[in-house]
């Protein structure tokens, strides 16, 4: 954890017990999360004599990066009088966790999606137009991608032609999807690299 944990008590003594598990419960949040950039936990207790519920409320703030921001809150309602607090930050953490955990299979969902699309990001030059400096791109599904001269790899524009096999990335522009980081592979029918059985072969119906 980038920031130290921070464990605020208000009205509520602090004992070795309460301490120990909110330690122990934390370790567990980090076994889900290892990047978990800060983690404070408010442990309080509002009312002494509730005329209903526990008296006791615990608030747990996290971040994680890129910029998430979780709260897990646990004030037990009526019907639930004079839980203890060990019960209490149980049920927190609880909560806390069912977040984590979803948060971190999203960010992991999105990072295969992201590495597949880059692996698959191969495509054939179709269009050139060499004065406007951009072009079009035709993916192996079919796809017509617009790319600009300044998106080709080691200032490689003028070496592309009709045909030119290409590994690139697929970016949101303006107007539509585009290709970024082009990078020649070689000709059609052509292999992609040495450490790599696929060939490059032009699409169904392209001319």
């Known amino acids: 954890m980038k920031v130290p ?3 605020t008590y208000r009205d509520v003594e602090k004992t070795a017990a309460i301490d120990a598990l909110v330690h122990e419960k934390v370790a567990k949040l980090e076994q889900v999360c290892d990047y978990i950039s800060s983690c404070h936990i408010a442990i309080e207790k509002p009312h002494d004599r509730p005329s209903n519920g526990s008296p ?3 608030r747990i703030d996290m971040t994680v990066p890129p910029g998430h921001e ?6 037990p309602g009526e019907g639930t009088q004079y839980d203890p607090l060990d019960v209490v930050i149980r049920d927190a953490f609880k909560a806390a966790l069912r977040q984590l955990k979803k948060l971190t299979k999203q960010q992991h969902e999105s990072d295969k999606a992201q590495t597949h699309e880059a692996q698959d990001s191969i495509a054939l030059v179709t269009k050139l137009f060499p004065e406007e400096g951009y072009g079009f791109l035709k993916t192996l599904d079919g796809q017509d991608i617009y790319f600009h001269q300044n998106s080709v790899l080691n200032d490689d524009f003028e070496r592309l032609e009709i045909g030119t096999g290409v590994h690139f990335f697929l970016e949101e522009g303006e107007e539509g999807p585009q290709a970024s980081t082009v990078k020649i592979v070689d000709k059609p029918g052509a292999s992609v690299g040495k450490s790599e059985q696929t060939l490059i072969e032009p699409p169904l119906g392209w001319q």
Request: charged share 25%.
């Open 56 to 58: 006791y409320r615990v």
């Open 70 to 75: 979780l709260v897990a809150d646990s004030h």
């Open 5 to 7: 944990l921070e464990i």
